[in-house]
């Protein structure tokens, strides 16, 4: 009797491995290609404001990362 039971607690403990280790993959891609994203934002906000000929018109308010 407890054979199946060890047996399917195993294969839970596998399988939730395995969908742990997706989700830790997904989210370290994600964080890539966000970074990514931001600094080519940041990048074509930079080209477009010294383009301009001037400072961005940011303040001391601004406080954005």
Not at 20 to 49: C, G, K, P
Request: proline share 2%; hydrophobic share 40%; aromatic share 2%.
């Amino acid at each position: 009797m407890t054979s199946p039971i060890l047996l399917a607690s195993s294969l839970l403990a596998v399988v939730l491995l395995l969908v742990l280790a997706r989700e830790v993959r997904l989210r370290r891609a994600l964080q890539t290609l966000l970074r990514r994203l931001i600094t080519l934002w940041r990048s074509n906000t930079h080209d477009q404001s010294t383009s301009r000929g001037g400072h961005s018109h940011r303040n001391r308010t601004d406080r954005r990362l």
